[in-house]
Structure formats: structure tokens, C-alpha cells
């Protein structure tokens, strides 16, 4: 069985600094890798996801994350962040082939102060 | 374009009384529907999936139940409430028959059990 570790549960940073928040999963086959981000008593909505190809991906808001398959992670950047980057990030996986179930990381809750 | 409803947005129930919680779905035809479970500091965690009218596979033995009574319809319910029910409930659609696997949220149902 797949599973996901996003190593921070929480990560300050200050406005217009970077930011990275780390994933790394566990899967004996290839994955779908994705990111979500969820504002505030929210649904959660897609950053990004990788399916093959170029391992940068770049999604909205500006984040992009990198597939690393020798390291299993999936790491979400961002190079200079704004206050409404404050959210819950979620990283999630999908085996390939599989009847499409995702499994989420616990979540890394980003806040960004002034 | 496609949306997906969920309601009520919050909702306050005794211990020991019934829920039912609906997730419908719009502008698509035949998607897979999920229902998830996030509780405080536990992520999100997937309760039933369903790919079709009348088939819902459970992830999780709980006191919780699903249905899928009409294609675009996902319904999840209970019979008796328990304390540990409590959470913000998410219902999530994907299109079937696609490869990339990319599931769509809903704005999510607050339920609390006093």
C-alpha cells in the first residue's frame, strides 16, 4: 500500500520569503503525485500534479513542486510568498492503474506573516 | 462547466441521532464519487468511493454508511451519531474513464456531534 509524509506539520515564514514544504511517499509501483491546497473552512482545490514527463511541474499561484523518484519526494516551492499563501497544503498520491483512491499526507499548515 | 453542492455547510447534532449529508454533482455524466473525513490533526481520510449507481466500496469499518441513489447523487448517512464522527466532511467527484486522475472538491459539510 501507498503512503505519504509531509515532514512539517506547521511552517512559518515571513512575506516575500521562500518557502518549501516537503512530501515523500512510499509505493512499490509508479504514482500520481498532487497537491492541494485548502484555505480556511474550505474544500480543498489542485496547486499542481505530476503524471509523467518533466519532472518540475509548475501550478497555480505561482508554487511549483519537483518529482524526485531516487529520493520518493515530491516537494511543493514557492520562491516568494504572499499572505493570502496562508492555507493548509496536502500532498496525495494515486497508484497508476488503480480505481483512482488518493492518499493524503496529514498536512502542512503554511502561515505567513507580515 | 462542472460543480459539485454539498450541504448543509455546518450542522450541530446529539449523540445518537441519524445524518445524512448530500453531495451532488453537476455538468458531468457517470463520475466517480468520493466521500472523506478530515479530523483534527488526522488529514483527510477517504470513508467510501462509489463508480457507479449503486456501487460504494468502504475504505474504513465506521459507523457511517454511503449511497449513490442517482448518477450525480452521493449520499452519506448514519443511524446513531457518535462523539467521534465529528469532523469537516468532503465530497469529491473525478471524471470517469480518465487517466489523470484528478479529483474535484466540494466546499465541504462541518458536522458536530455534542
Known amino acids: 500500500a501507498q503512503s505519504v509524509t509531509q515532514l512539517d506539520s506547521q511552517v512559518p515564514v515571513f512575506e516575500e520569503a521562500p518557502v518549501e514544504l516537503r512530501c515523500n511517499y512510499s509505493?512499490?509501483?509508479?504514482?500520481?503525485l498532487f497537491w492541494y491546497v485548502q484555505y480556511p473552512n474550505q474544500g480543498l482545490q489542485l496547486l499542481l500534479k505530476?503524471?509523467?514527463?518533466?519532472?518540475l511541474v509548475k501550478g497555480i499561484n505561482g508554487f511549483e513542486a519537483e518529482f524526485n523518484k531516487s529520493q520518493t519526494s515530491f516537494h511543493l516551492r514557492k520562491p516568494s510568498v504572499h499572505i493570502s499563501d496562508t492555507a493548509e497544503y496536502f500532498c496525495?498520491?494515486?497508484?497508476?492503474?488503480?480505481?483512482?483512491?488518493?492518499?493524503f499526507g496529514k498536512g502542512t499548515l503554511l502561515t505567513v506573516n507580515p | 462547466s462542472q460543480t459539485i453542492h454539498q450541504w448543509p455547510a455546518t450542522l450541530v447534532q446529539p449523540v445518537g441521532s441519524p445524518l445524512s449529508l448530500e453531495c451532488t454533482v453537476e455538468?458531468?455524466?457517470?463520475?466517480?464519487l468520493y466521500w472523506y473525513r478530515q479530523a483534527a490533526g488526522r488529514g483527510l481520510q477517504l470513508l467510501f468511493y462509489?463508480?457507479?449507481?449503486?456501487?460504494i466500496s468502504s475504505e474504513v469499518p465506521q459507523n457511517l454508511s454511503a449511497s449513490r441513489p442517482q448518477d450525480r447523487q452521493f449520499i452519506l448517512s448514519s443511524k446513531k451519531l457518535l462523539l467521534s464522527d465529528s469532523g469537516f466532511y468532503l465530497c469529491?467527484?473525478?471524471?470517469?474513464?480518465?487517466?489523470?486522475?484528478?479529483?474535484?472538491f466540494g466546499p465541504g459539510t462541518r458536522l458536530t456531534v455534542l
Open positions: 469529491a467527484w473525478k471524471p470517469s474513464g480518465s487517466n489523470t486522475d484528478t479529483q474535484y
Open positions: 509505493s512499490s509501483v509508479s504514482v500520481y
Open positions: 505530476y503524471l509523467s514527463g518533466s519532472t
Open positions: 496525495a498520491v494515486s497508484l497508476r492503474g488503480s480505481n483512482y483512491k488518493l492518499t
Open positions: 455538468g458531468t455524466s457517470n463520475p466517480n
Open positions: 462509489s463508480v457507479g449507481i449503486g456501487q
